[in-house]
């Protein structure tokens, strides 16, 4: 038999989760190997979120069984504010597995997915979101420009040359920095990017006043949950690999992928790069606290002994003696 109220029942609202879900998707199995800075590359994802998104969000990371030196510093993180929604798994279930998970749990209108190596410049969430609810019926948008496979754009190539309001263009517009600043944190050589460079046709598009790059890529998007949810689960066999069925489904179902014109994040795959090594200390120590202002009421000295009282009275006339 129940014993008392539950004290809830007089709270008269309840938080509300913001309209965008920053999704990052984590695995770290070990600290050593090819997985030895993975942990310091997690820590600048996380810290370039933190600090240079310009938007309200939410924070949800899918830990894929890691190792417990970084479970506990997730834990540490939502202890302090930092995560709003933090899932750890005891088993990798790969990406597809991980995926079907967190892109149904993002209480947001928009999901703005990452996998744990994507580091995130200024005003990269802003500039998505402008793109993504500027073109109509967007399937994916990436924050920068790369190379991408055209067999997944048929859908929108063919909205783009039979809507009066947009312009495509095709040839070469993608920088030659851009390109090998990303490839290059994949392994590809400088010989191999030339090589990839020199053939390379892109197209660039236009509507409304808005630019942005034909393609998108699954390591980095944002995307309206209600398209998300059409294409989940996902049964895939491996833990890695076989991502771009996300990519093949969404250009199937009529969506558009997209990229911002401009890079707003950059990859840095398994080991911290050069570019960015300084900005460890500096991220570190400007993470913002979560502002939920000073309240007397949760000071030790204050709040000890009024627990203390709540649950003498409590007791009073809730317990039998």
């Known amino acids: 038999m129940r014993v008392g109220q539950n004290p809830a029942k007089t709270v008269k609202e309840v938080a509300k989760p913001k309209r965008i879900t920053v999704a990052v998707l984590n695995y770290i199995p070990f600290m050593s190997g090819f997985f030895a800075e993975t942990f310091d590359v997690l820590k600048l994802c996380l810290g370039s979120i933190w600090e240079n998104s310009d938007l309200p969000y939410d924070l949800l990371v899918f830990d894929n069984a890691s190792c417990p030196e970084v479970r506990e510093y997730l834990v540490q993180k939502q202890q302090e504010g930092k995560i709003q929604f933090l899932i750890l798994s005891d088993t990798n279930l790969g990406k597809g597995g991980a995926w079907n998970i967190m892109l149904a749990a993002a209480p947001g209108e928009v999901i703005a997915y990452t996998d744990n190596d994507c580091y995130f410049f200024p005003g990269w969430l802003s500039n998505s979101l402008k793109v993504l609810e500027t073109y109509p019926n967007v399937g994916m948008v990436t924050s920068r420009p790369i190379a991408n496979d055209n067999d997944y754009n048929s859908s929108t190539v ?65 995307a309206y949950k209600h398209v998300l949810q059409q294409f989940l689960p996902f049964d895939m066999d491996r833990p890695m690999g076989q991502v771009q069925r996300l990519d093949g489904k969404v250009n ?14 950059q990859n840095m795959s398994n080991q911290v790069p050069d570019w960015v090594k300084q900005e460890t200390q500096k991220i570190a120590s400007k993470v913002p606290e979560k502002k939920s202002g000073f309240q007397l009421k949760n000071l030790r000295v204050i709040k000890w002994p009024l627990m203390r009282l709540y649950d003498w009275i409590f007791k009073i006339y809730w317990r039998e003696e």
């Open 252 to 265: 199937d179902a009529g969506y558009l992928r997209l990229m911002t014109a401009t890079p707003y994040m």
């Open 158 to 222: 063919a909205w783009a040359q039979s809507e009066p309001e947009a312009e495509i263009q095709f040839g070469k517009f993608l920088k030659w920095e851009d390109l090998f600043s990303f490839v290059s944190s994949l392994g590809v050589t400088e010989e191999d990017a030339q090589q990839r460079y020199a053939v390379l046709e892109d197209a660039t598009l236009s509507y409304k006043g808005v630019p942005a790059y034909l393609g998108a890529i699954h390591y980095q998007f944002l």
